[in-house]
């Protein structure tokens, strides 16, 4: 148990668009979803805090009228990067806890590339 | 905040032998979990371990929480280990990850 995807797995997007990244826990009911960006080479860095039917508190430095969270369901996180530039590509990952437990668990990721 | 620092930063392995990883946090915390990133990017959770010892096959990991440390250990490494290992430590709403050890098995 504990399975969470994403969607897409690849995104290639021209300059000034705006991209849409699904989080999803597949047989759990999610409480909490994060969403972080890793470069390549580098670790981890947590970017939002999810929590269904709220708003997304954010970490300092992320901009949060770029990075559009919505926490639509327990099973479903959404993140929208807005006006889209190459230095927003990177590799998205989410996480989500189940039943307020302290493991997160990981999606696959979402490799965006923008031209 | 919570830091997190993770040693070695480079691991190179003939395949058989063991090693042992290490992560040091700043502060005292309730949770720590012992990730694996496989070339594909995908987190494997190891261990959540914010103190005691756990085995799992050949993987342990032991957290000595008064001390603020964590160690994963590795016996009889596999071509398949090979990836990044990073601990994150923190509290319920925040993990802090380290800058990881990237560990390379070669047969």
């Known amino acids: 148990g504990a399975v969470v995807s994403q969607h897409p797995s690849w995104v290639i997007c021209k300059s000034g668009t705006s991209v849409k990244i699904e989080c999803r826990s597949l047989d759990f009911q999610a409480t909490t979803m994060f969403w972080y960006r890793q470069f390549p080479k580098q670790s981890l860095m947590l970017m939002a805090t999810?929590?269904?039917?709220?708003?997304?508190?954010?970490e300092q430095g992320v901009e949060k009228d770029k990075f559009l969270i919505n926490h639509a369901s327990l099973t479903l996180s959404t993140l929208t990067v807005t006006s889209a530039h190459p230095e927003d590509s990177s590799f998205y990952i989410c996480s989500a806890i189940r039943d307020n437990q302290e493991t997160q668990y990981f999606g696959p990721g979402t490799r965006l590339l923008v031209l | 905040g919570i830091q997190v620092e993770q040693s070695p930063p480079d691991l190179i392995l003939q395949e058989g032998a063991n090693s042992t990883l290490r992560c040091n946090f700043s502060d005292s915390v309730n949770n720590l979990q012992w990730f694996h990133q496989n070339p594909w990017g995908q987190l494997i959770n190891l261990f959540y371990i914010p103190s005691g010892t756990k085995q799992n096959g050949r993987l342990s990991a032991t957290t000595v929480a008064t001390e603020r440390y964590s160690l994963l250990y590795i016996s009889s490494s596999q071509t398949t280990d090979s990836g990044v290992y990073f601990c994150a430590s923190g509290g319920y709403n925040k993990l802090i990850f380290g800058a990881g050890t990237r560990l390379a098995v070669h047969p």
């Open positions: 999810s929590n269904e039917g709220s708003k997304a508190t954010y």
